[in-house]
């Protein structure tokens, strides 16, 4: 009896270390699911505490006014006020001195270029305004062509109309014959891309051909034959005033006085108007008023013309007459621009 009894207990002991592991685990999972329901209980009450707040934002926010039925006047009424319009002229002795953003840079080869050979020009436009010297590779079409190019030299004899090829990303070339040594301006029209049109200028100094000597006296440019096509010119009742945008109209006759028929269009337009002031320091490009009718018939071209300055100009007018280009040489005086008083 006592033996049975003893084996009895014996087994209930071994029992024992399972139990304790069973319970051990029982409880690590009644753990984690109390944790588990204390943060979905938490996450419940941090969106109903931020319900609350959205709906006292909403609360506060004072209501849209909605207009009920016409809200404009019944009757309407006009203010006056006096105003003074002041064109870009209004300090008529100095130009803008406002920094251009764009800026030319040319590189002749041979670096030295001599009268009478032909010179390489290599001419690019960069940002003046970046640190960087960044330049610009990608341009607009203008007038039919990419750039061009106006050479005219320091005393305003010598002139031409050029277009350099592209070369490469941002790079133009143009081959040149330089009739006479001196300095000469090259200014050059550009639209890069998005920017519209730019006027941008650049110096060059060609020297006199070998055997001839740095003093020797600059040639007098070759006479030129007298052109079949006249010009006369149509100025504003006020006159050329500095700073202003004018019409000014090209009155075109051939050699019998009876007004030019056959013009024709030429790089974009019926006809191209340069001016350059004395000094060689100031260009302006013009081109005719397409808003008129009948521009070119009866050999009237209507040129929008502003000069920046006061003073005389010289310039060039170009148009096209039966496939040929000719060319006039022009003379214009812009006077200052007074205020009214």
């Given at each position: 009896?006592?033996?049975?009894?003893?084996?009895?207990?014996?087994?209930?002991?071994?029992?024992?270390?399972?139990?304790?592991?069973?319970?051990?685990?029982?409880?690590?999972?009644?753990?984690?699911?109390?944790?588990?329901?204390?943060?979905?209980?938490?996450?419940?009450?941090?969106?109903?505490?931020?319900?609350?707040?959205?709906?006292?934002?909403?609360?506060?926010?004072?209501?849209?006014?909605?207009?009920?039925?016409?809200?404009?006047?019944?009757?309407?009424?006009?203010?006056?006020?006096?105003?003074?319009?002041?064109d870009?002229?209004?300090?008529?002795?100095?130009?803008?001195?406002?920094?251009?953003?764009?800026a030319?840079?040319?590189?002749?080869?041979?670096?030295?270029?001599?009268?009478?050979?032909?010179?390489?020009?290599?001419?690019?436009?960069?940002?003046?305004?970046?640190?960087?010297l960044?330049?610009?590779?990608?341009f607009?079409?203008?007038?039919?062509?990419?750039?061009?190019?106006?050479?005219?030299?320091?005393d305003?004899s010598?002139?031409?109309?050029?277009?350099?090829?592209?070369?490469?990303?941002?790079?133009?070339?143009?081959?040149?014959?330089?009739?006479?040594?001196?300095?000469?301006?090259?200014?050059?029209?550009?639209?890069?891309?998005?920017?519209?049109?730019?006027?941008?200028?650049?110096?060059?100094?060609?020297?006199?051909?070998?055997?001839?000597?740095?003093?020797?006296?600059?040639?007098?440019?070759?006479?030129?034959?007298?052109?079949?096509?006249?010009?006369?010119?149509?100025?504003?009742?006020?006159?050329?005033?500095?700073?202003?945008?004018?019409?000014?109209?090209?009155?075109?006759?051939?050699?019998?006085?009876?007004?030019?028929?056959?013009?024709?269009?030429?790089?974009?337009?019926?006809?191209?108007?340069?001016?350059?002031?004395?000094?060689?320091?100031?260009?302006?490009?013009?081109?005719?008023?397409?808003?008129e009718?009948?521009?070119?018939k009866?050999?009237?071209?209507?040129?929008?013309?502003?000069?920046?300055?006061?003073?005389?100009?010289?310039?060039?007018?170009?148009?096209?007459?039966?496939?040929?280009?000719?060319?006039?040489?022009?003379?214009?005086d812009?006077?200052?621009y007074?205020?009214?008083?």
């Open positions: 009896m006592s033996a049975a009894r003893s084996a009895s207990l014996d087994g209930g002991g071994a029992l024992r270390p399972y139990a304790a592991v069973v319970g051990a685990r029982f409880r690590m999972l009644l753990q984690y699911r109390a944790a588990a329901i204390a943060g979905l209980f938490t996450q419940i009450v941090f969106g109903l505490v931020l319900i609350m707040v959205y709906e006292g934002f909403y609360r506060s926010s004072p209501p849209e006014v909605q207009p009920i039925g016409d809200p404009r006047p019944s009757d309407s009424f006009t203010f006056e006020f006096p105003l003074t319009v002041w870009s002229a209004a300090s008529p002795t100095r130009e803008s001195r406002k920094m251009k953003p764009y030319l840079d040319v590189v002749a080869t041979p670096r030295h270029p001599i009268a009478g050979e032909p010179v390489e020009l290599e001419l690019r436009v960069r940002m003046a305004t970046s640190l960087e960044r330049e610009v590779t990608d607009d079409v203008l007038h039919e062509r990419l750039m061009h190019v106006f050479v005219v030299s320091q305003l010598d002139f031409a109309h050029e277009h350099p090829e592209p070369a490469g990303p941002g790079l133009f070339r143009l081959t040149h014959r330089f009739a006479r040594p001196g300095r000469y301006r090259l200014f050059a029209d550009v639209a890069p891309r998005d920017a519209g049109a730019q006027a941008l200028d650049a110096t060059l100094v060609v020297g006199p051909a070998a055997g001839t000597g740095a003093a020797a006296p600059v040639p007098a440019p070759a006479p030129t034959p007298a052109p079949k096509t006249r010009v006369a010119w149509t100025l504003p009742e006020s006159g050329m005033i500095a700073g202003r945008t004018l019409v000014v109209n090209a009155n075109l006759t051939d050699e019998k006085g009876r007004p030019v028929r056959d013009l024709e269009p030429w790089l974009g337009a019926i006809g191209h108007l340069l001016l350059v002031t004395r000094d060689g320091e100031t260009f302006a490009h013009s081109h005719p008023d397409d808003r009718p009948g521009v070119g009866d050999g009237r071209i209507p040129f929008l013309v502003r000069l920046p300055r006061a003073g005389p100009y010289k310039g060039w007018l170009q148009f096209q007459r039966r496939g040929k280009v000719e060319t006039l040489e022009v003379t214009l812009a006077t200052p007074s205020a009214p008083r």
